[in-house]
């Protein structure tokens, strides 16, 4: 087998403060203590484990692949090395570290990523993040600074929006169709910037079920969207929270009625549609991956995949940031995946995960053909939590202004609530944006008892306002 390629040095793009962010004194001194057994360490100012009042943490989790409702097993971590010694002590765990996280966390981290995504350039590494959006801000300092513009989709997740606006960094929004960003699109904003000061050097894309629209990119997709991004020499942000929430296309009920046949052909790890990073070969892809959206999101815990020295420019923002994830979620999921499930067992949890969200949005979409036919449009998503619907304004409502706000106050009046669209805008939410006729609805949090409630709820809210 030849040789990987070392990736592409893009340092040179580096904002002054991350040109100058350097690893943390106090903490380039544990690897003397890590290195040398026998050393005698006066200089670390950590507390004495022994005074930790906690001997073991434990959970009840899921056999893997099965719900809570069947059965349960315990986990725990205590302050005793483990039979297998895969993963460290609670003491360990609970002890202050560097930004890179504990060792076993970051192990299994890397060993997914290479298993799922297999980069294709050497010189990769991990670290570990509080989640997406606390990711994202460290990647997006490193290459964008205040007067620089970031490129996004037209329609894109409100924390970006939120964090970006007050940093004084300024948003570019790129046309999207049912597969998201447009890469003809893209490659004419970039060839048409004029301002030579502040270059385009950075794009963030949701590829998989994007936040709000839920469309998803195929590989040929990806593919030229890469290209346009090595073209510009841009670097790309792969927010991917939804990658594993994929599943098969929409088959009506009336199709298909044994609900074992229907999912038969989930995509679990081996068929998921390849990422950006899987196909980066210069290491301009910064890949954000959480287990949010597929063990909880209040573990906080994440990881970034990235050439080295931009992966140790985030280890070092940790080091004075954040530090890296608790220590309890850190614990929990390291023995989660290194001892209690393995990496064949998180397949069969995340198969499980992806049955459960496709049952909801068949059902959903079910509904929805049922009994708003007129009055939206939608494509139906491969993946994720969302349904991006169009409102079909009548000829009354079309043009006039505050159309959408009197939608909204019909949802609410009707006891249903779906987000505005203008919330997703980048272009701000002057009246021309707050009426733009755009609603996300997500399938992932009600009841499916409460489906139907609510979508009959919707479509009285809409009928006054549509054909």
């Not at 299994?108 to 994202?136: C, I, M, Q």
């Not at 590989?219 to 990658?243: G, S």
């Not at 609530?417 to 939410?429: A, D, E, N, R």
Request: charged fraction near 20%.
């Amino acid at each position: 087998m030849p040789a990987k390629p070392h990736s592409k040095d893009l340092s040179q793009f580096f904002t002054e403060a991350a040109r100058i962010r350097d690893n943390s004194p106090l903490k380039s001194l544990t690897k003397y203590m890590n290195d040398d057994p026998a050393l005698v360490s006066l200089g670390a100012g950590l507390p004495h484990p022994s005074t930790f009042p906690f001997a073991k943490i434990g959970a009840s989790v899921a056999p893997a692949g099965q719900s809570l409702a069947n059965s349960n097993e315990l986990l725990d971590v205590s302050v005793a090395p483990t039979e297998t010694g895969e993963i460290e002590t609670l003491g360990k765990f609970l002890q202050y570290g560097n930004g890179r996280g504990v060792p076993s966390y970051s192990k299994f981290t890397k060993e997914h990523t290479e298993r799922v995504h297999a980069p294709l350039y050497e010189d990769w590494d991990v670290v570990v993040s509080l989640g997406n959006t606390d990711a994202f801000v460290k990647a997006l300092m490193l290459f964008c600074d205040r007067g620089d513009t970031l490129i996004v989709d037209e329609w894109t997740y409100p924390a970006i929006i939120g964090t970006v606006v007050p940093m004084g960094i300024k948003l570019a929004p790129v046309s999207m169709d049912s597969e998201g960003m447009m890469p003809e699109a893209l490659d004419r904003l970039c060839a048409g910037w004029s301002d030579s000061e502040r270059p385009l050097r950075m794009a963030y894309m949701i590829p998989t079920a994007q936040n709000p629209t839920g469309a998803t990119m195929s590989l040929a997709r990806k593919q030229v969207i890469y290209a346009v991004a090595q073209k510009h020499n841009l670097v790309i942000i792969e927010d991917d929270p939804y990658y594993y929430l994929q599943f098969e296309s929409y088959k009506p009920l009336s199709q298909v009625s044994d609900s074992e046949e229907r999912y038969a052909n989930l995509p679990g790890i081996k068929s998921l549609v390849p990422s950006l990073l899987s196909i980066d070969i210069d290491g301009r892809v910064i890949r954000l991956d959480s287990f949010s959206k597929v063990l909880a999101p209040g573990l906080r815990c994440g990881w970034v995949t990235a050439p080295k020295y931009i992966t140790d420019k985030i280890q070092f923002h940790n080091e004075t940031s954040i530090q890296q994830p608790a220590g309890v979620s850190q614990a929990i999921v390291s023995k989660l995946m290194n001892e209690q499930w393995g990496h064949e067992g998180w397949e069969r949890h995340l198969i499980q995960i992806q049955r459960e969200y496709a049952v909801r949005r068949d059902k959903f979409v079910d509904l929805c053909l049922e009994h708003l036919k007129g009055k939206v449009e939608f494509t139906i998503p491969d993946a994720g939590m969302f349904l991006w619907f169009k409102v079909l304004l009548n000829s009354q409502m079309q043009g006039k202004k505050g159309a959408m706000q009197q939608v909204f106050d019909s949802m609410i009046a009707n006891h249903v609530l779906l987000v505005p669209g203008y919330m997703f805008s980048p272009q701000g939410s002057s009246p021309e944006i707050r009426d733009q006729p755009y609603i996300r609805a997500a399938f992932s949090f009600a009841s499916v008892d409460n489906f139907e409630v609510a979508i009959t709820r919707l479509a009285q809210a809409l009928e006054p306002f549509t054909n």
